[in-house]
């Protein structure tokens, strides 16, 4: 019986002692076609034969590794210890591109829960329609830390930034906003001003959102927000929207998510986007990296003219106003504006269509605030005409982008488990005086660079 059974043409495996023959259909072509990867299929813990009639009697048949179907390029071939070639799985690369972008965004969309999908659609409609509230929360969720909500806060202001490009193309690719950050020394009369100042343009029919930062403490982490208290008729008003911010330990004047908010409020329909910074320094300008002019406030008292002289934050300023021009100061005001007009004159311009001004105002009586609103149109005119705006607002994106990296390596570090078990000895070292700081930071980076060296030797050697 065995014998006729081996007489019989094509290809019969034995498994185990026992025989089993193919259904023969047609030519040895229709069989390979009809089973394909006969010889590579065994039952685990018994060994395959495969044997092949010839013209020189039976041999055996050498396993093949079957084609990977199309669109299996992270699979790799490896030996396996049978002597059978399998096909292990590895991570495929990550897309890359626009379209890669596109893909992990709708990705990320299918993870939400039916929760989740309803509130992202309630905050994107209601602040593209301009609810106040829908803002206000949408705000909050870009401020948050928790990681859901930050993966949240992603889809939305991706949302909203779909919705202002198409906005852009309809209004001739002319910007719908304009922002202004304001800075300056502790007690210039920021708040005072943009009360009176925000006045003025929702009486012209503008609508004015004031991001106002103020700083956090170091010992408690509490902030007092107490800038909306000197703005109470602009927080009366429908056509203004104020938010306070703390500064949560960020360096610069402004929050981590300042620029996520000015990208909310242009999408709720604001026009007119006011940045107030805490109480600044010389070298503390981040405000002006993402927004399209940047104010400089200075008290009658702010120095003489080698002060104005000094590179830092005076030099990033597109206009530079004097606050408090009234009364007992009106006169040292005055100085001051003749003596900063001729100290910005030996400073490079930031702008090859622009030089800045310096003006002076009094907020306790309003004087002074047409001729500054009519520079800062004049200033915002120019620059969309030239075109260097836009530009401007580009290279802001590209300098934001790497301050969020910045951030996030530093975070990714810290929670590296090869570096945070290390953290603790080397603080303790660095406390007692055995070793530098510099050469602890070493250490750290040294240790996160070897490990990840070794995660991906690992990976490239499987």
């Not at 659609?121 to 602040?127: A, F, H, I, T, Y």
């Not at 107490?226 to 929050?255: C, F, H, Q, W």
């Given at each position: 019986?065995?014998?006729?059974?081996?007489?019989?043409?094509?290809?019969?495996?034995?498994?185990?002692?026992?025989?089993?023959?193919?259904a023969?259909?047609g030519?040895?072509?229709?069989?390979?076609?009809?089973?394909?990867?006969?010889?590579?299929?065994?039952?685990?813990?018994?060994?395959?034969?495969?044997?092949?009639?010839?013209?020189?009697?039976?041999r055996?048949?050498?396993?093949?590794?079957?084609?990977?179907?199309?669109?299996?390029?992270?699979?790799?071939?490896?030996?396996?210890?049978a002597?059978?070639?399998?096909?292990?799985?590895?991570?495929?690369?990550?897309?890359?591109?626009?379209?890669?972008?596109?893909?992990?965004?709708?990705?990320?969309?299918?993870?939400?829960?039916?929760?989740?999908?309803?509130?992202l659609?309630?905050?994107?409609?209601?602040?593209l329609?301009?609810?106040?509230?829908?803002?206000?929360?949408?705000?909050?969720?870009?401020?948050?830390?928790?990681?859901?909500?930050?993966?949240?806060?992603?889809?939305?202001?991706?949302?909203?930034?779909?919705?202002?490009?198409?906005?852009?193309?309809?209004?001739?690719?002319?910007?719908?906003?304009?922002?202004?950050?304001?800075?300056?020394?502790?007690?210039?009369?920021?708040?005072?001003?943009?009360?009176?100042?925000?006045?003025?343009?929702?009486?012209?029919?503008h609508?004015?959102?004031?991001?106002?930062?103020?700083?956090?403490?170091?010992?408690?982490?509490?902030?007092?927000?107490?800038?909306?208290?000197?703005?109470?008729?602009?927080?009366?008003?429908?056509?203004?929207?104020?938010?306070?911010?703390?500064?949560?330990?960020?360096?610069?004047?402004?929050?981590?998510?300042?620029?996520?908010?000015?990208?909310?409020?242009?999408?709720?329909?604001?026009?007119?986007?006011?940045?107030?910074?805490?109480?600044?320094?010389?070298?503390?300008?981040?405000?002006?990296?993402?927004?399209?002019?940047?104010?400089?406030?200075?008290s009658?008292?702010?120095?003489?003219?080698?002060?104005?002289?000094?590179?830092?934050?005076?030099?990033?300023?597109?206009?530079?106003?004097?606050t408090?021009?009234?009364g007992?100061?009106?006169?040292?005001?005055?100085?001051?504006?003749?003596?900063?007009?001729?100290?910005?004159?030996?400073?490079?311009?930031?702008?090859?269509?622009?030089?800045?001004?310096?003006?002076?105002?009094?907020?306790?009586?309003?004087?002074?605030?047409?001729?500054?609103?009519?520079?800062?149109?004049?200033?915002?005119?120019?620059?969309?005409?030239?075109?260097?705006?836009?530009?401007?607002?580009?290279?802001?994106?590209?300098?934001?982008?790497?301050?969020?990296?910045?951030?996030?390596?530093?975070?990714?570090?810290?929670?590296?488990?090869?570096?945070?078990?290390?953290?603790?000895?080397?603080?303790?070292?660095?406390?007692?005086?055995?070793?530098?700081?510099?050469?602890?930071?070493?250490?750290?980076?040294?240790?996160?660079?070897?490990?990840?060296?070794?995660?991906?030797?690992?990976?490239?050697?499987?």
């Open positions: 019986m065995m014998f006729q059974a081996l007489l019989l043409p094509g290809v019969w495996c034995r498994w185990g002692g026992r025989a089993r023959a193919p023969l259909q030519s040895r072509a229709s069989l390979s076609a009809a089973r394909p990867g006969l010889a590579q299929r065994r039952a685990p813990g018994r060994q395959l034969h495969s044997l092949v009639r010839g013209p020189r009697g039976l055996r048949l050498q396993p093949t590794v079957p084609a990977a179907p199309a669109g299996l390029r992270g699979l790799r071939p490896v030996q396996a210890a002597g059978l070639l399998a096909l292990r799985p590895v991570p495929a690369p990550a897309p890359l591109g626009l379209r890669g972008f596109r893909a992990e965004q709708q990705q990320m969309a299918l993870t939400l829960s039916d929760w989740e999908k309803r509130l659609e309630r905050l994107c409609n209601g602040l329609g301009g609810d106040r509230s829908c803002l206000a929360e949408g705000i909050t969720l870009a401020e948050s830390t928790n990681g859901q909500k930050k993966h949240l806060a992603r889809l939305l202001l991706q949302k909203v930034l779909d919705c202002q490009r198409e906005r852009v193309r309809l209004n001739d690719q002319r910007p719908l906003a304009f922002r202004m950050g304001l800075s300056g020394p502790p007690g210039a009369g920021k708040s005072t001003f943009i009360e009176k100042f925000g006045k003025m343009l929702t009486g012209k029919g609508k004015v959102a004031v991001l106002a930062v103020d700083p956090s403490s170091k010992t408690t982490g509490g902030s007092l927000l107490g800038d909306k208290t000197r703005m109470i008729e602009l927080s009366r008003d429908m056509n203004a929207y104020i938010r306070p911010s703390p500064t949560l330990g960020t360096l610069g004047g402004v929050t981590r998510t300042t620029n996520e908010a000015i990208i909310l409020c242009e999408g709720a329909g604001y026009d007119i986007i006011l940045v107030e910074t805490v109480g600044v320094g010389q070298s503390e300008f981040a405000v002006a990296d993402m927004v399209d002019m940047f104010i400089l406030f200075i009658p008292a702010g120095g003489d003219e080698l002060q104005g002289i000094k590179r830092g934050i005076i030099e990033m300023a597109d206009l530079v106003v004097v408090k021009a009234d007992e100061l009106l006169v040292p005001a005055r100085k001051i504006q003749a003596e900063y007009t001729s100290a910005l004159k030996l400073l490079r311009n930031q702008s090859k269509s622009w030089k800045p001004k310096v003006m002076r105002v009094s907020s306790k009586y309003g004087e002074g605030f047409t001729n500054l609103w009519e520079k800062m149109t004049e200033f915002h005119t120019t620059l969309v005409t030239t075109g260097e705006l836009q530009l401007k607002r580009q290279r802001q994106q590209k300098v934001w982008m790497w301050n969020m990296i910045q951030e996030s390596v530093t975070e990714y570090l810290c929670n590296h488990p090869a570096v945070r078990n290390q953290i603790p000895n080397l603080e303790e070292k660095v406390v007692r005086g055995d070793i530098t700081p510099g050469l602890a930071a070493d250490i750290l980076l040294r240790t996160f660079s070897e490990k990840k060296t070794n995660t991906v030797n690992a990976v490239n050697t499987d």
